[in-house]
């Protein structure tokens, strides 16, 4: 099968895109419709994709180009091949999805136990610094949660989570507590919000007074801060998350390609 010079999902791409489409290889344009049916729920994390087959026909393109397409949306995790099942879409009910934006290693392998308290639910008007990295107004509305997560039972991380108001309505500090999943699979099947990428910026920090409490060490301990905006599809951002890092068993670790 030859691919043509124009379909209507492909017009479709070339009208919102009329300067870079031009130039923007086919399977490029493939993956951005199949980002757009994503987005919109059409597949539901943890269901099939249609196969290569019907994709092609769909989009009237070769196998082939679908193929790549897939190819980068699984590079990226957001989509998993199955051998002799198929393609299906990422969940962070998953396991190899589950922790992919946590990076902290133990420096002895071991997978430790997690654990979390809760220290704090409410939801107040958006600061400044946070309506940016969310692209909300300061008179909007978000859900901040404080939390210590533990591993092996010691403290490790003091968490700041900043998620807006409008899609994460049902978070209260009694959800937040009942829920024993992993934060971004509650997020994806109990709001509909799929983490699919996460940008992060790493600084070194002294312990104040309060993290030195919350987190059972000196004030003045050396502290890796790490600050997360994590997106949904369409490159929405969806949580901003900073959290404070114990790094005497631990170190970050982070594959670059």
Avoid at 11 to 39: F, G, H, M
Avoid at 166 to 187: H, I
């Amino acid at each position: 099968m030859t691919d043509p010079i124009a379909t209507p999902e492909r017009l479709l791409v070339s009208e919102r895109n009329a300067a870079s489409a031009a130039y923007s290889p086919l399977y490029q344009q493939i993956k951005s419709l199949l980002l757009q049916s994503l987005d919109r729920g059409e597949w539901k994390p943890g269901e099939a994709i249609p196969s290569e087959f019907d994709l092609a026909a769909r989009y009237q393109v070769s196998q082939g180009t679908v193929r790549k397409a897939i190819d980068e949306l699984a590079a990226d995790n957001l989509l998993i091949r199955r051998q002799g099942k198929g393609t299906f879409v990422s969940t962070h009910h998953e396991a190899k999805v589950r922790y992919r934006f946590l990076r902290l290693t133990p420096d002895d392998g071991h997978q430790p136990a997690t654990s979390s308290v809760i220290l704090g639910c409410s939801r107040i008007k958006a600061p400044a610094d946070i309506a940016n990295l969310l692209g909300l107004r300061t008179a909007d509305v978000v859900v901040n949660v404080r939390r210590v997560l533990s591993f092996d039972g010691m403290p490790t991380i003091l968490d700041d989570i900043w998620l807006p108001g409008s899609a994460f309505k049902g978070v209260t500090a009694e959800s937040v507590a009942a829920n024993k999943r992993p934060m971004y699979a509650w997020f994806e099947s109990g709001f509909g919000v799929s983490m699919v990428r996460a940008d992060e910026s790493i600084r070194a920090v002294a312990a104040s007074a309060e993290a030195a409490e919350h987190l059972g060490v000196a004030e003045g301990t050396p502290l890796l801060q790490v600050e997360r905006v994590a997106y949904t599809y369409g490159d929405r951002p969806m949580e901003v998350r900073r959290g404070l890092y114990i790094t005497d068993r631990f170190h970050y670790r982070n594959l670059l390609n």
